[in-house]
């Protein structure tokens, strides 16, 4: 069947999709991938086809007032004013790419959330898909999206309800938008990003693409609700790493990655030599992945290696331990190697993935990026040297690597699409 996956932000929300569009076609599917622009090469180097979206997130998360943002609250009301155009954009170029692939089912994640009322309005079925446990509300924990503890089972649930209130809030404006580009009238029900979409009346299953061994299924959640594992792509038996990064790896004991990938850091100089000096008392060897604009330019030397990037799980096995901002897809990676981390996180999900690889035993405490100093990053480096730490990121690497996450998911979507086929027959 033609199957459309869409998806939108930074590298995080599509490498994973990459992975299920793999599982897919190899179970015989013709498999579509849209993303923001600046992504065709990975997603057609997977052998998909990719529908580009006319966005270029990694140009705007580096634009100023993205920048700002991330780091104080009246820069996100700022933002959100700004992001309307950029959404009716996105609006528009989803109601194209659905026109023009003609799908026979999209799966879709809520970031490009006008996809499920477009392709409703072409009687499309559609299965929204998860990177993390924050869009189903639940009593087991609190909502991802706010920097709290447990509130009990009633507290969670309301602070679920909350956020979630808060995010239809947001984008109803643009998706009265997008029911006028699919010419759906005010009289028929628009579906919820949340919920999916079946013609036929029925619900959809959910998908959500974490480790249970990280977050188990709660069990308030619904039977439609699948944890399947994380989606990993496979790692690229013909990389080969530049000359000076093969030198450094072979010229001493493995050294700590520091990375923040899609984060700009507010002063990237200032963060960049406290994590140079931290390498430095901590008598590390390290490697400083500039990524989007989280760290700045530094010289390298014979205990530091400056580079802008290479693959995590290339990489990451030959690493000593992981430091990075916290999102779920380097969260993931990291694990699956089995190296312990330290999580510097600044929003949104990270201090929730923080929060629950310590309290795993897999890191030591979080230690968010705008408080990172040379001496506390320093002894984050030296307490990932504790057996019992490695020996526990270890164990959660043999457990998240035999989940298969990607071809459970691919698996449950082919159980839906049979069973769609033998209620036409």
């Given at each position: ?47 998909l086809i990719a529908a580009p979206l006319s966005v270029d997130v990694r140009a705007m998360i580096a634009s100023p007032e993205i920048q700002e943002a991330l780091h104080t609250f009246s820069g996100k ?73 447990n509130l009990g089972r009633i507290g969670n649930r309301v602070s679920h309800a909350l956020v979630l209130g808060l995010i239809r809030l947001g984008f109803a404006t643009v998706a009265r ?249």
């Amino acid at each position: 069947m033609r199957i459309l996956i869409m998806t939108f932000g930074s590298r995080g929300d599509v490498q994973p999709f990459v992975a299920l569009g793999q599982a897919l076609k190899a179970r015989g599917h013709a498999v579509t991938l849209s993303a923001g622009a600046g992504f065709e090469a990975m997603i057609e180097a997977a052998g998909l086809i990719a529908a580009p979206l006319s966005v270029d997130v990694r140009a705007m998360i580096a634009s100023p007032e993205i920048q700002e943002a991330l780091h104080t609250f009246s820069g996100k009301i700022k933002a959100w004013r700004n992001s309307q155009q950029m959404l009716r954009q996105q609006v528009d170029d989803t109601a194209a790419i659905i026109r023009e692939h003609e799908a026979d089912l999209l799966v879709y994640h809520p970031k490009a959330f006008p996809a499920v009322g477009m392709a409703a309005a072409r009687r499309t079925p559609s299965i929204p898909t998860f990177l993390q446990p924050g869009y189903v509300a639940t009593g087991a924990f609190p909502t991802i999206f706010m920097p709290v503890g447990n509130l009990g089972r009633i507290g969670n649930r309301v602070s679920h309800a909350l956020v979630l209130g808060l995010i239809r809030l947001g984008f109803a404006t643009v998706a009265r938008t997008a029911r006028k580009r699919a010419g759906t009238p005010k009289t028929t029900r628009w579906p919820q990003a949340l919920e999916g979409y079946d013609p036929r009346g029925g619900a959809v299953p959910r998908l959500h693409a974490h480790s249970r061994h990280l977050v188990p299924k709660p069990a308030d959640w619904e039977p439609r609700d699948h944890v399947t594992g994380y989606w990993f792509t496979d790692p690229d038996p013909d990389w080969t790493p530049p000359d000076d990064l093969a030198r450094f790896l072979a010229s001493g004991p493995p050294p700590v990655y520091v990375g923040f990938g899609s984060m700009p850091a507010k002063d990237a100089d200032r963060l960049t030599a406290a994590v140079v000096g931290a390498i430095h008392q901590a008598n590390a060897r390290g490697i400083l992945a500039t990524g989007w604009g989280g760290l700045g330019a530094a010289p390298s030397s014979d205990r530091i290696l400056i580079l802008e990037a290479a693959p995590h799980d290339w990489l990451f096995p030959r690493c000593a331990a992981i430091v990075h901002h916290g999102g779920a897809g380097t969260t993931h990676e990291a694990l699956r190697w089995g190296r312990p981390s330290i999580l510097c996180p600044v929003f949104g999900d990270q201090p929730f993935w923080a929060r629950r690889v310590a309290d795993l035993g897999a890191s030591p405490k979080p230690l968010p990026q705008k408080r990172l100093t040379a001496d506390a990053l320093a002894n984050a480096i030296a307490q990932t040297s504790d057996q019992t730490m490695i020996d526990r990121a270890a164990a959660l690497g043999r457990a998240i690597r035999a989940e298969q996450g990607a071809q459970t998911a691919a698996g449950i979507i082919d159980d839906f699409l049979a069973a769609r086929s033998e209620q036409a027959a």
